[in-house]
């Protein structure tokens, strides 16, 4: 799904070099979820389960999405620097 994949991927690439070791596991496990129910919870067409109300990850997520700077925003560049082996 495009809409979720540019919203996760652009967050990950803004977000993730400055996330504690608690915030990296608690996104690993949100993208245990299904795409679609990630989109429609961050985008706020659908209730999250009980184990997300109160994430602060989710909110996170929620503040990039609404992108009130009006970001214009692409597709990170997903290439590894080293090669994997």
Partial sequence: MLEGDLLLSTFASEHLPTMSENE???YDR???EPDW?????VIQKKEPPERWVDSKLLEKLR????NEGKVVRKMPD?????PLP
Avoid: F, K, M
């Fill in 24 to 26: 990296l596991q608690e």
């Fill in 63 to 66: 503040v990039h999405a609404r």
């Fill in 30 to 32: 949100l993208l245990d």
């Fill in 78 to 82: 997903l290439s590894l620097e080293t």
């Fill in 37 to 41: 129910d990630i989109y429609y919870w």
